[in-house]
């Protein structure tokens, strides 16, 4: 049977800079910048706890489901503060001077092979 490509991709990556301030925010500020920013509702929030936010940690739960590794690459994502064109620019170079490894996106590539699992 032929190897069906998984693409695997995680939103924050490792204990970096967008969780060390998603952590030091207070949940009121964190309720309150949701509303105003995304027009949610507060109760679309809530305290994030990160387990599976490293290449590593990521790469052995993949594993454990079957999966066979290919590629996996931090890459920048200037989006998280892009609301509009000013931060957007920011956001890039935000992404640009942090130094390597500190990108907040995962990407990975992996195969399941059903007659392996």
């Known amino acids: 049977m032929v190897a069906a490509h998984v693409w695997a991709q995680h939103i924050v ?14 949940a009121g500020l964190q ?4 509303r ?3 027009q949610r509702d507060e ?12 290449p590593a940690r990521l ?5 454990d489901c079957g999966l066979c590794h290919i590629d996996m690459r931090l890459v920048g994502d200037p989006t998280h503060i892009a609301f509009d064109r000013a931060l957007f ?12 490894g500190w990108q907040t996106r ?3 590539d992996y195969t399941w092979r059903p007659n392996d699992v």
């Open 31 to 34: 309720n309150a910048l949701v």
């Open 89 to 100: 620019a920011l956001g890039r170079w935000i992404e640009r001077v942090l130094p390597e």
């Open 43 to 54: 109760g679309d929030t809530f305290q994030a706890h990160y387990r599976a936010n490293t």
């Open 13 to 26: 990556c490792g204990e970096k800079h967008a969780i060390w301030l998603n952590q030091l925010a207070p």
């Open 36 to 38: 105003y920013l995304y």
């Open 106 to 108: 995962l990407m990975g």
């Open 59 to 63: 790469d052995g739960l993949l594993s």
